[in-house]
């Protein structure tokens, strides 16, 4: 079976460890948990025709006083962007980290995340800043760990990136 290597990145609090748990468990909990290091989890999927076990390394958060370990991505085949949509800054914290992935390591496949939006009252990113997004080649989800909206869909599209790379 073929193995592939996971990192899901961002800044504290944008729904990381709730998207793994929606992805592999099915399971969304209210309860804010703290990622400390790094958990990682294993999904095994189904994509054009193979078996692939998806080992998920959930990062803890980045932020001013806590940066990534580069020793978390080494080994990577792909990576999930996530950001909270009702707070703008975290889609750009999350783009400073993909820059900065991106300086560090060859070109990786990835997908960006906006989480929460099911909040859409409280949505922040403007929907003509997502579509520069995805012209700037990103894949672009707007999902919701709590209702489970796009979760299956952003680890199969970078699934089948990672396989066709």
């Known amino acids: 079976m073929l193995q592939k290597k996971v990192c899901m990145l961002g800044s504290f609090a944008v729904g990381k460890t709730s998207l793994v748990r929606r992805f592999v468990e099915t399971i969304f909990s209210e309860q804010y948990h703290t990622s400390i290091g790094v958990k990682v989890d294993k999904k095994e999927v189904r994509a054009e025709g193979r078996d692939v076990t998806l080992v998920l390394w959930d990062i ?5 006083f806590q940066k990534v370990q580069i020793s978390y991505l080494r080994g990577m085949s792909g ?8 707070r703008q800054q975290t889609l750009e914290d999350a783009l400073a980290l993909a820059n900065h992935v991106a300086e560090m390591m060859e070109k990786i496949p990835a997908v960006l995340v906006l989480n929460k939006c099911d909040l859409a009252a ?6 003509d800043r997502e579509a520069r997004l995805a012209a700037d080649g990103w894949s672009v989800f707007r999902s919701s760990a709590k209702t489970g909206e796009s979760v299956e869909q ?6 089948l990136a990672m396989l066709r790379k």
């Open 60 to 64: 803890h958060g980045e932020d001013a």
């Open 79 to 86: 990576y999930l962007l996530v950001a909270d949509g009702t």
């Open 122 to 127: 409280q949505w922040e990113i403007e929907p």
């Open 154 to 159: 952003a680890f199969s599209q970078l699934t």
